[in-house]
């Protein structure tokens, strides 16, 4: 499934959109899910579960930029970064200031991970 949207992303002609979150199970296991959200001709909206990662750690805002950066670096969706839909949750303010880094040190245009 995750080869078919990698390739289905690999098409796309506008940047793709993303949402993540993390959460615990009711065993007390905790997940990262990415989403991914793009539109493709003739100007159809899709969306798919990308990643759900059990997270081991601290769930930090450093460490879920990590695990998200890694994730599109394999799957070479990194240069496609459009913005993001998250909660308000400070440290996902964190994993935003921390994806812009990544994008910069990788060499892409300036991110303005928190727009006013």
């Given at each position: 499934?995750?080869?078919?949207?990698?390739?289905?992303?690999?098409?796309?002609?506008?940047?793709i959109?993303?949402?993540?979150?993390?959460?615990?199970s009711p065993n007390?296991?905790?997940?990262?899910?990415i989403?991914?959200?793009w539109?493709?001709?003739?100007i159809?909206?899709?969306?798919a579960?990308?990643?759900?990662?059990?997270?081991?750690g601290?769930?930090s805002?450093?460490?879920?930029?990590?695990?998200?950066?890694?994730?599109?670096?394999?799957?070479?969706?990194?240069h496609l970064?459009?913005?993001?839909?998250?909660?308000n949750?400070?440290n996902?303010?964190?994993?935003?200031?921390?994806i812009?880094?990544?994008?910069?040190?990788?060499?892409?245009?300036?991110?303005d991970?928190?727009?006013?």
């Open positions: 499934m995750r080869a078919e949207v990698t390739a289905k992303l690999h098409q796309v002609v506008v940047k959109h993303f949402s993540f979150d993390m959460w615990s007390h296991h905790t997940y990262q899910a989403v991914v959200h539109l493709d001709p003739p159809k909206l899709h969306l579960l990308f990643s759900l990662y059990r997270f081991h601290i769930h805002g450093f460490n879920q930029a990590v695990y998200f950066w890694t994730t599109l670096k394999q799957y070479q969706i990194h970064i459009g913005k993001f839909n998250v909660d949750t400070t996902n303010n964190t994993t935003l200031c921390e812009a880094k990544h994008l910069t040190h990788a060499g892409y245009a300036s991110f991970p928190i727009p006013d």
